[in-house]
């Protein structure tokens, strides 16, 4: 057995010693020098220095050898994988299509500045939500409604007739009789239930005649600019639908409670920027406009409404309820802007703004009051916020009956209905009339 088990062994040395070689050979050559430290790992050489050998990028066959005929597939008119693709010269127009203009370059534009500027749009999810805004803002945040909406809330003459079933027809309406789909999307039953939430509130205009004079805007856009710690910061774009009103909500806030603001201090969130997730751009105006041409008899901002189903830019409450605090002041700061001029000060008669948010089944309300237009420094006066947010006006609804072993397990309908939600939104809508 041992001499036929020897040579076996010795030709499997001889095997493993052949491969050792051929690795050597033609595997991967590692340096004999030291690597390089992490410093000139992570920063590159230094100035002037070559890479080493490892790290450069082998030019293609054609810099090496230009002189090289180089046979291409360009006669079979078709790709063949063991030719190469055939290079043809860049084709340019003879007349100019504004659908495939590239445009100039960021530099070249009339609007270019060195100064970059932070922009919050309509998709921007900014990563701190609610701590983000109120830094960005200068504003103060107090949990709760205000105690002049809770007021309208807890009286029963503010309510409509049969106030609970017409809400719940409203909810049968989005999500069951307005579509035939077996599961309607969010982005059809969104937008419907608040329509339908609105027009159950313009029907008190009987009751309250001062509800006629407003006037609803679709696809409302804003503009506005400040700075925060000498950065330039922007709220511009399309919000959704406002309210507006032939004059301005009263202050919510006294002059002291005012006042006591400059001892608040703002809550950072070190090491994060403040600008993280704003669009960054260097070619742009700056701009103040209330999105309304000068004359219009509806000029005050009222409530911003936000129907948020958008599947590309998800949100979660707390960037959500940034969001309507970034709007609400975006609003607020053009129409201070417009009565009181750009000049930094502390606003004689305060701004007010309402922001109701939903994604047809939570509720997010807002008041915002703009105090202030002086938003560089952090000390004095600040702005104020109250934030009821994740409200449910429903918690689940089923098109069809859950049915096993023919038993009823889950009937068809509305299950969890909150009636205290739509006294929120009836509440804020009346604001300014009751």
């Known amino acids: 057995m041992l001499t036929l088990r020897l040579p076996a062994q010795r030709a499997q040395r001889l095997a493993l010693s052949g491969q050792r070689r051929a690795k050597s050979l033609y595997g991967p050559r590692y340096p004999k020098e030291p690597p390089p430290r992490t410093p000139w790992t992570v920063r590159g050489p230094p100035p002037g220095a070559p890479l080493p050998w490892y790290l450069r990028k082998v030019p293609p066959v054609r810099e090496q050898f230009p002189e090289l005929d180089v046979v291409t597939y360009e006669g079979k008119l078709h790709r063949v994988p063991w030719l190469a693709a055939p290079r043809h010269p860049k084709w340019e127009r003879e007349w100019h299509d504004p659908w495939h203009d590239g445009g100039p370059r960021v530099e070249e534009m009339a609007s270019y500045k060195q100064r ?14 609610v701590k983000q805004a109120l830094w960005l803002t200068k504003t103060k945040l107090t949990q709760g409604l205000p105690p002049q909406i809770l007021s309208i809330i807890n009286d029963p003459a503010n309510q409509c007739e049969n106030q609970d079933e017409r809400v719940q027809n ?36 009987a009751k309250f005649p001062l509800l006629g004079k407003r006037m609803f805007a679709q696809d409302h856009r804003v503009a506005a600019a400040w700075e925060r710690e000498s950065t330039l910061l922007q709220v511009r774009g399309i919000h959704g639908k406002i309210l507006n009103a032939t004059n301005l909500l009263q202050p919510i806030a006294s002059k002291d409670e005012i006042l006591a603001t400059e001892n608040c201090t703002l809550e950072t969130f070190y090491p994060v920027l403040p600008t993280i997730d704003l669009r960054e751009v260097n070619a742009y105006h700056i701009k ?15 409530t911003v409404y936000i129907a948020q189903f958008d599947k590309i830019h998800k949100m979660r409450p707390p960037q959500l309820q940034g969001k309507m605090i970034m709007f609400a002041f975006g ?29 047809g ?35 689940d609804f089923r ?26 939104f009836l509440a804020l809508y009346l604001h300014g009339v009751v």
Not at 116 to 128: A, K, N, S, V
Not at 177 to 191: A, F, R
Not at 405 to 421: C, R
Request: glycine share 6%; aromatic share 12%.
């Open 116 to 129: 970059p500027c932070y922009i919050f749009h309509q998709g921007t999810r900014m990563l701190e939500g």
């Open 288 to 302: 103040n406009d209330t999105g309304f041409q000068e004359g219009y008899p509806y000029p005050y901002p009222h």
């Open 361 to 395: 089944q939570h509720f997010h309300f807002l008041v915002f009051q703009l105090n202030t237009t002086d938003l560089d420094s952090s000390n004095g006066v600040k702005n104020l916020a109250w934030m009821d947010g994740d409200q449910l006006l429903y918690e």
């Open 399 to 424: 098109r069809r009956p859950v049915i096993k072993k023919k038993i009823v397990q889950i009937p068809a309908g509305i299950h969890g209905y909150q009636p205290d939600t739509f006294k929120k």
């Open 331 to 359: 609003n607020a700061l053009a129409k201070a802007k417009e009565l009181y001029g750009d000049e930094p000060r502390v606003l004689e008669s305060p701004i007010v703004v309402q922001t109701v948010a939903t994604n």
């Open 170 to 205: 409203a909810i049968y309406h989005a999500r069951f009789w307005g579509s035939s789909e077996e599961d309607v999307p969010i982005e059809t039953y969104c937008p419907v239930l608040l329509e339908d939430l609105l027009h159950l509130c313009r029907t008190m205009t």
